[in-house]
T-cell receptor, first 108, second 115 residues
Framework: AQRVTQPEKLLSVFKGAPVELKCNYS??????LFWYVQYSRQRLQLLLR??SRESIKGFTADLNKGETSFHLKKPFAQEEDSAMYYCALKTSGSRLTFGEGTQLTVNP | DAMVIQNPRYQVTQFGKPVTLSCSQT?????MYWYQQKSSQAPKLLFHYYDKDFNNEADTPDNFQSRRPNTSFCFLDIRSPGLGDAAMYLCATSKWGGSGANVLTFGAGSRLTVL
């Protein structure tokens, strides 16, 4: 079955601490993975995608096919990083399957 | 300069009374999607269009229909809303192929309440 799992619904860290949002996937083909973010009162938007291999707003994510994971990391969290984060998997054609999301709170 | 616009933002309807949600885009994207998102759950794909080619998800209830009269507009029709259909409905668009494939641009959503 094609599935995206984000095991933590809520994650709270202090400003300046490292943060890691976990994402695991189940997919039989070659996966294409994304992280989307929704800030308070804003619409859902793309944060980064694994094929770009880029760092956005200090966040990076590495695809680990052995562990079927695509965890999102940032070495020093900022208060403005507080948001809802969704991991997403391209399943076929244009279909994108989302995880249930992790609400990240960065405390001052 | 919103690029994916959903109307209405809030819709209240009565049990069984048909409702239509609309989505328009100025991006000229080939693909348009409708997602349903219930509280604390993942956005769930209902269907999507590649140009006029309609793609229904296997588990989308027949109660949900869609129309795409042209590139810019897409509609979600709920023929007989039940209490379980109360949710946020998200429209999104993307390019087909190339670097923009599967990069979704979302609207702000339409929140449906069923009384």
């Amino acid at each position: 079955a094609q599935r995206v799992t984000q095991p933590e619904k809520l994650l709270s860290v202090f400003k300046g601490a490292p943060v890691e949002l976990k994402c695991n996937y189940s997919y039989s083909g070659s996966p294409e993975l994304f992280w989307y973010v929704q800030y308070s009162r804003q619409r859902l938007q793309l944060l980064l995608r694994h094929i770009s291999r880029e760092s956005i707003k200090g966040f990076t994510a590495d695809l680990n096919k052995g562990e079927t994971s695509f965890h999102l990391k940032k070495p020093f969290a900022q208060e403005e990083d507080s948001a809802m984060y969704y991991c997403a998997l391209k399943t076929s054609g244009s279909r994108l399957t989302f995880g249930e999301g992790t609400q990240l709170t960065v405390n001052p | 300069d919103a690029m994916v616009i959903q109307n209405p933002r809030y819709q209240v309807t009565q049990f069984g009374k048909p409702v239509t949600l609309s989505c328009s885009q100025t991006l000229n994207h080939n693909v348009m999607y409708w997602y349903q998102q219930k509280s604390s759950q993942a956005p769930k794909l209902l269907f999507h269009y590649y140009d006029k080619d309609f793609n229904n998800e296997a588990d989308t209830p027949d109660n949900f229909q869609s129309r795409r009269p042209n590139t810019s507009f897409c509609f979600l029709d709920i023929r007989s809303p039940g209490l379980g259909d109360a949710a946020m409905y998200l429209c999104a668009t993307s390019k087909w192929g190339g670097s923009g494939a599967n990069v979704l641009t979302f609207g702000a959503g339409s929140r449906l309440t069923v009384l």
